[in-house]
């Protein structure tokens, strides 16, 4: 019984099975679901690869890296099209392309004049009067004034958490915004002298390669899962759910049914990499406190809606894609022009178009059916882009429970389950839930977290 479980066979289990086996560790992961992957679900077929889930990674962490030479997929990493670089807002009646730069910021027309003014005024921002958490979104307003706040920071926030910036802790989800506060007093001042520091420090070009390039793999992000499983072979078991865990003889037994049928395994440690949701449920009988405050880790629900237009019917949009921020009051969170940033991914010119719909703004639209959702992205498509034409192919995915909201008050939180599972010696927990939502958090902490139990 001297294995290791790995339960759940999302990028967090299966990044963390990889690091043990590489660390000489023997381990078994079991996976609820006949499929491997979790959130990361590509569907290829007819010269079209689309993503259930997630859609694209920065490429800058070395674990990712790591992880894809590990197992045979570095060579197949596929970088954004050049052409994908503008990106776009929705306000104010129409799409305006995100400026790239502080001069451009100052000229552009992506805020009215008062609010980019305002937001210059943010050098003198004094730092919080409290150590107290905050939401995003005061934040934002203490820094960059309520316009930019509702319009800049919103879409931002939107486009990874799908959330609601009143509600998310500015600290849990863009530590790297409190540390300049913290360090530097300004956003600007300290952006400008991280800038500084790091062009004194890296070799040219160096910064560029230190945001990343935004990437997928070719065949779409489960190439990356595929190569995992692989390496892995028989360690992994899918169809393997997880129903009961109890400690005993300085371990943990395991209940599993695979396949139908009910088994019990004996692990010298347990890692819970499944959901928040379902790990809470494993915990309960163990540590009803833990189990709750695991369980109040709130999801916002997503809808993912591909439209596929024929070459030639609409024309091929610029740029990543646009988000729309929540002032708007519209029914679509953005769309990602997929095609353009990997034209791989719809062969022959034709036109991928991936809206979001949903999360904490407006639970409700995920639970429409499937043509409702296509009917709501194609007039919105049209309403905000200016997409008339009919789509040929359309693909609807929900998630009910999507991307965790790390909500004020996370990091206390997550600072007193890390407390309360040093009193279960042998059982851990990874995964989106916990330290980071992106594909690059789920693999570092992953990693991180096999490395101290490899010792
Ligand atoms: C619509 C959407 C778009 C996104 N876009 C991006 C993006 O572009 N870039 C990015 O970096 N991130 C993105 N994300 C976030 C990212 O996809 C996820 O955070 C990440 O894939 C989560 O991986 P995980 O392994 O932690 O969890 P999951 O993928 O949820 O995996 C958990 C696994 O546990 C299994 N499981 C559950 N219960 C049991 C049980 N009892 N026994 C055994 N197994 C069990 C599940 O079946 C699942 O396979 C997106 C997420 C969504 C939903």
Known sequence: MSFIAVIGGGISGLALAYRLRARGKDVVLLEGETRLGGNIQTRRRDGLVTEAGPNSFLDKEPATRELAAGVGVEGLIRAADPAAKARYLYTRGRLRSVPASPPAFLKSDILPLGARLRVMGELFTGRAASEMDESLGAFGRRHLGKVATSVLLDAVQTGIYAGDMDALSVGATFPQLSKLEREHRSLILGAIRTQKAQRKALPEGGSEKLRGALSTFEGGLETLVEGIARTLGPAVHTGAKVEGL???????????????????????????????????????PLDEKLSALVESIAYAPIAVVHLVYAAGSTPPPDGFGFLVPSLEKRRLLG???????????AEGGRVLYTCMVGGARRPDLVTLNEEALVTLAREELKELAGVTAAPVFTEVFRWTRGIPQYNVGHLGRIATIDAALARLPGLHLTGNAYKGVGINDCIRNAFALGDTLAG
């Open 335 to 345: 769309a990602i022009h997929a095609s353009t940033v990997f034209p791989f991914r």
């Open 246 to 284: 109890v400690p005993g003889n300085g371990g943990w037994r395991v209940s599993v049914r695979e396949h139908g049928r009910q088994a019990e395994l004996m692990a010298s440690q347990v890692v819970l990499a499944t959901p928040a949701y379902v790990a809470a449920g494993l915990l309960r």
